[in-house]
């Protein structure tokens, strides 16, 4: 399968704990993007990457939370001291260039207790 | 700003009844992207389709079509003879075809439930 991959599937932590997820892309995709789902919404974007750099931040990502594609491959989001609030989809999507469509990984699923 | 509107929250209905899912958009942008995604129980976002503002030719994809209005500024999808399987929420999104970022914004999402 050649699609977008998130590991874990599922993440269930205590407040405060940290929490890193990791993002496969689509292997010729140099676009990769982070969204958090709530229930009963839709994806709401956190961050973007061309390439290895971090081209735009949502003001959703607070100080709390840090993205990184060190070779341009793979990505990991880190949510440091976690909040019952954190708790949500976390999903993951690449495209060919920034006009491409985006195309979606399966999504971590967070639960903070 | 960038606003997208899926009124329906959730729809019924029985198999083999055909559905229309409501989308309604807002933008300033001249030339932008209209997406509709599908997001069954197990989480992933499938993508439809997609339509540049500046073709409004309608498409038929096996039971699906969608219909494109930009007088109405609405990108209405209609599943024609309902299946179990169709079962899912449903995400409009539209994004700008031009400006660097193409961050799409998402509708809330209509749960379609299709009962045998």
């Known amino acids: 399968d050649t699609g977008v991959s998130q590991d874990p599937r599922h993440k269930i932590t205590k407040r405060g704990q940290n929490v890193t997820f990791r993002c496969d892309p689509i292997?010729?995709?140099?676009?990769l993007y982070w969204y958090r789902q709530t229930l009963g919404q839709g994806p709401e974007f956190l961050t973007y990457?061309?390439?290895?750099?971090?081209?735009?931040k949502s003001r959703l990502l607070s100080d709390r939370f840090s993205a990184e594609r060190p070779k341009g491959s793979f990505s990991t989001l880190e949510i440091q001291r976690t909040e019952q609030g954190d708790s949500a989809m976390y999903l993951c999507?690449?495209?060919?260039?920034?006009?491409?469509?985006?195309?979606f990984g399966p999504g971590t699923r967070l639960l903070v207790l | 700003a960038q606003k997208v509107t899926q009124a329906q929250t959730e729809i019924s209905v029985v198999e083999k009844e055909d559905v229309t899912l409501d989308c309604v958009y807002e933008?300033?942008?001249?030339?932008?992207?209209l997406f509709w995604y599908k997001q069954p129980p197990s989480g992933e976002l499938v993508f439809l389709i997609r339509?540049?503002?500046?073709?409004?030719q309608n498409e038929i994809s096996g039971r699906y079509s969608w219909n494109f209005q930009k007088s109405t500024s609405s990108f209405n999808f209609t599943i024609t003879a309902s299946q179990v399987v169709d079962s899912a929420v449903y995400f409009c999104?539209?994004?700008?075809?031009?400006?660097?970022?193409?961050?799409?914004?998402f509708g809330r999402g209509t749960s379609l439930i299709v009962h045998p």
């Open positions: 999507a690449s495209s060919l260039g920034g006009s491409g469509t985006q195309y």
């Open positions: 292997s010729e995709h140099n676009r």
């Open positions: 990457f061309q390439n290895e750099a971090q081209l735009e």
């Open positions: 933008t300033r942008d001249t030339t932008y992207y």
């Open positions: 339509r540049n503002s500046f073709d409004e």
């Open positions: 999104a539209l994004r700008p075809a031009s400006g660097g970022s193409y961050i799409p914004t």
